[in-house]
């Protein structure tokens, strides 16, 4: 454990999948495929709620902006869960979906319809 945990630590950007031991890897791999896991289920949940609370409204959450956030949210979410989930991948493939999977969530986060606005907007 102490050799994964040292592993996982080192901040060398250098580092290849020759380089990462299987046990630090597959760890890694299942870190990532829990988050994309929990990520799905959490948007998912609520994208359902948002449906059901709003059945009987004038306009349905349907056809709000924010379904097709949390829509393509739970989408990505569920891409990177079943990327990573099998079995052994390289660290580049496991980091390349980590970062491809986390672009587009800080996009649709900054894009967010009827945001607050940002500390600097304020007077």
């Keep these: 454990m102490d050799r994964v945990l040292r592993h996982l630590s080192r901040r060398s950007s250098r580092t290849t999948s020759s380089d990462a031991s299987r046990e630090a ?3 890694y791999q299942r870190r990532v495929a829990l ?3 929990v ?3 959490l948007s998912s949940a609520f994208v359902l709620f948002n449906l059901v ?3 009987d409204s004038p306009r349905p959450y349907l056809h709000e902006g924010a379904f097709a956030f949390h829509l393509a949210g739970a989408a990505i979410a569920a ?3 079943l990327l990573c989930r099998g079995g052994a991948r390289s660290l580049r493939f496991v980091r ?3 970062t491809v999977a986390s672009a587009p969530a800080a996009w649709r986060t900054r894009r967010w ?3 607050s ?3 600097s907007d304020r007077t």
């Design 96 to 98: 390349s979906v980590e």
């Design 35 to 37: 988050f994309g896991l």
């Design 117 to 119: 606005p940002r500390w």
């Design 25 to 27: 890897l597959a760890f």
């Design 79 to 81: 891409l990177m869960w």
């Design 53 to 55: 609370e709003g059945r």
């Design 39 to 41: 990520g799905a289920t």
């Design 113 to 115: 319809p009827g945001r």
